[in-house]
């Protein structure tokens, strides 16, 4: 037998095979992590698989994309929908769930966020009706929102529908914001590319 036939032989069952694979499809994990953290959780039942499951299970039961914001959660409206703490006359509109995320640890917004679910395209065919627009403008136009902050991301598509959104929100008496662009935290001047150069220099402020 050579190595041919060798790498037909499995080290573990089929269900462990299974699970492994499953694991090397996550973003993040490759063949190698997967089967590091497979070993890991055979190790650990108690303290480690059985936690897991449990949590797979309910989240996976409750799942629910919420109809105000198009946050993803386990209850809809989400968790963010329903906090009394963050303040009402604050919409944050992000292109995806992980952007939202993503601002959120910063801990900084104290507003509520709004999801598009995509940026507009022409080449990718992503027009207006296949995201969240008419919903946000719905949320805009019903009242009680002071400022919206438009926090595409910084591509040419995400700025597309920057431009398109601060058009349809235009003529409701909110203010309009975005994120500023340019020299990232710990970022020196000679690594950055020109475009985040000249962001930068366009969004330049007083010292103070
Ligand atoms: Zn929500």
Known sequence: MGAVALSHLSMASQEIEALSSALARLPGLGPRSAR????????????????????????????????????VDTSDPCTMCRDPRRDERLLC???????LWALDRSRLFPGRYHVLGGRLSALDGVRPEDLGIDKLVARVAAGGIDEVVLAMNATLEGQTT?????????????????LAHGLPVGGELD???????????????PVV
């Open 162 to 178: 920057a431009h398109y959104l601060a058009e349809r929100l235009e003529n409701f008496p909110v203010r309009l914001s975005q």
């Open 93 to 99: 509109v992000v292109e995806e769930v992980a952007d």
């Open 36 to 71: 590091r953290a497979v070993l890991h959780l055979l190790k650990r039942r108690e303290s480690a698989l059985e936690p897991l499951l449990a949590a797979l299970q309910t989240v996976s039961a409750n799942l629910a994309t919420c109809s105000n914001c198009g946050n």
């Open 191 to 205: 690594y950055l590319d020109e475009g985040t150069l000249a962001q930068a220099l366009r969004a330049r402020r």
